[in-house]
């Protein structure tokens, strides 16, 4: 599976764009934008769906090889609802792995 910068990296390149014409469309500078390309950095979610305009892309397609934690919804989403603190709190103290919650969120969706 490819990393949010290489899969901007590759569609720029299919594209036809330098980094440098690529960055001038996105108003960053070209080492910002080689720092997303190598993994460095990441863009922010108004720079993101600019990449995406440029590139003809969804939004979505890129969102998911984002790894960053959301961690200001988890917090958010914590805060709202106590039963959710107490399941991520679980989830945690069991350490449970993403590969076992991803496998348990493919068989809910499956039984739907």
């Not at 590139?55 to 998911?64: A, S």
Request: charged share 40%; glycine share 4%; proline share 4%.
């Amino acid at each position: 599976m490819k990393t949010l910068g290489q899969k901007i990296r590759e569609l720029r390149e299919l594209k036809g764009l330098s980094l440098r014409e690529m960055s001038k469309k996105l108003e960053v500078s070209a080492a910002f934008l080689s720092d997303i390309e190598l993994g460095r950095r990441f863009p922010s979610e108004e720079v993101l769906k600019k990449i995406c305009k440029i590139l003809q892309v969804k939004f979505d397609e890129l969102k998911d090889l984002d790894p960053r934690a959301p961690i200001e919804e988890l917090k958010r989403m914590s805060e709202g609802d106590p039963q959710y603190a107490l399941a991520l709190r679980t989830m945690v103290d069991d350490d449970v792995s993403a590969s076992e919650l991803l496998h348990w969120l493919q068989q809910k969706k499956k039984n739907k």
